[in-house]
């Protein structure tokens, strides 16, 4: 499994905010598994502690999977 994807399910896994994390499918849109988006929201605010990458408001409604959550971290950690 790719690293970044590893550490935002462990976030997630971490927070308790979603039920069974580790079943999320990465490439899927989020709303599409029943993630509603106070959990979208909270789970973005979990993997951000986890990863010391702080994601803009303005960003979060691009971020429908798990995959392109991924991009951005990698992206921002290319950039720091």
Same mark, same amino acid.
């Given at each position: ?6 550490? !935002?399910y @462990?976030?997630?896994? %971490?927070s308790?905010?979603? =039920? %069974? =994390? *580790?079943? &999320?499918?990465?490439?899927? =849109? &989020?709303? %599409?598994?029943? !993630?509603?988006? /106070? *959990?979208?929201? $909270?789970?973005? /605010?979990?993997? *951000?502690?986890? #990863?010391?990458?702080? !994601?803009?408001?303005?960003?979060? $409604?691009?971020?429908? #999977? /798990? $995959?392109?959550? @991924?991009?951005? !971290? ?7």
């Amino acid at each position: 499994m790719d690293p970044i994807l590893a550490d !935002i399910y @462990a976030a997630l896994k %971490e927070s308790g905010d979603l =039920p %069974e =994390p *580790e079943k &999320l499918d990465p490439a899927k =849109p &989020l709303a %599409e598994q029943g !993630i509603d988006s /106070l *959990e979208l929201f $909270n789970a973005f /605010l979990a993997v *951000e502690e986890k #990863t010391g990458i702080k !994601i803009p408001d303005e960003r979060m $409604n691009d971020m429908r #999977t /798990l $995959n392109d959550l @991924a991009r951005f !971290i990698g992206e921002a950690r290319k950039h720091a």
